[in-house]
């Protein structure tokens, strides 16, 4: 069955960063883009970008523009999402997903069982 | 704050019937799809509903979804308290160029 998992819990310093990867299973990887999204505590998700395994291409949410990078390796069929500069709001729930896109077309199915990166000195 | 407003919480009996609105504008929801996930306690969100009123396979027909305007909907008849989640709207923003999401409603069976 289609499938992401992600790595393990991360505990960080602020001014530090943090790689998650997700690899995925089940489906032809180059086919689907795969999604970051991000839950704080408590809150709503939110959007932090997208990257294409079939060519590399990437947009990412303007907030995140600069601190995130996100790439793909299509030998392993996994997905990395990078974050630096870590402050403490950044403490989250981090979620890989297949689907979605740049340009508002797909939808996201299905989920990563998350990474909670936890950001504290 | 969420660029999509949906209400914190909606409660009902077992068997009962609940509905769910998202708000939102002409730039989201007016000229793009609504997407419903559902995120049970401690766990991944999961797709419910996708392209406003489309069910995947293994979501039974209790769950319902339509779109008019710059609102959307999500319904749910005979409520079970499996259905205890909390529930997102989704849409793509073009002025914003980006994914939008609601606030989240909380779903409790009485």
């Known amino acids: 069955q289609v499938q992401l998992v992600q790595s393990g819990p991360e505990l960080k310093k602020p001014g530090a960063s943090v790689k998650v990867s997700c690899k995925a299973s089940g489906y032809t990887f180059s086919n689907f883009g795969v999604t970051w999204l991000r839950q704080a505590p408590g809150q709503g998700l939110e959007w932090m970008g997208w990257v294409s395994p079939y060519n590399g291409n990437t947009k990412y949410a303007q907030k995140y523009q600069g601190r995130v990078s996100l790439t793909t390796d299509t030998s392993t069929t996994t997905a990395y999402m990078e974050l630096r500069s870590l402050r403490s709001d950044d403490t989250a729930m981090y979620y890989c997903v297949r689907g979605g896109s740049g340009t508002g077309k797909g939808w996201f199915d299905p989920w990563g069982q998350g990474t909670l990166v936890t950001v504290s000195s | 704050q969420s660029v999509l407003t949906q209400p914190p919480s909606v409660s009902a009996a077992p068997g009962q019937t609940v509905t769910i609105s998202c708000s939102g504008s002409?730039?989201?929801?007016?000229?793009?799809?609504v997407f419903w996930y559902q995120q049970l306690p401690g766990t991944a969100p999961k797709l419910l509903m996708y392209e406003n009123n489309k069910r995947p396979s293994e979501i039974p027909d209790r769950f319902s979804g339509s779109k008019s305007g710059t609102s959307a909907t999500l319904g749910i008849t005979g409520l079970q308290t499996g259905d205890e989640a909390d529930y997102f709207c989704?849409?793509?923003?073009?002025?914003?160029?980006?994914?939008?999401f609601g606030g989240g409603t909380k779903v409790t069976v009485l």
């Open positions: 002409s730039s989201n929801i007016g000229n793009n799809y």
């Open positions: 989704a849409s793509w923003d073009n002025n914003l160029s980006a994914w939008v």
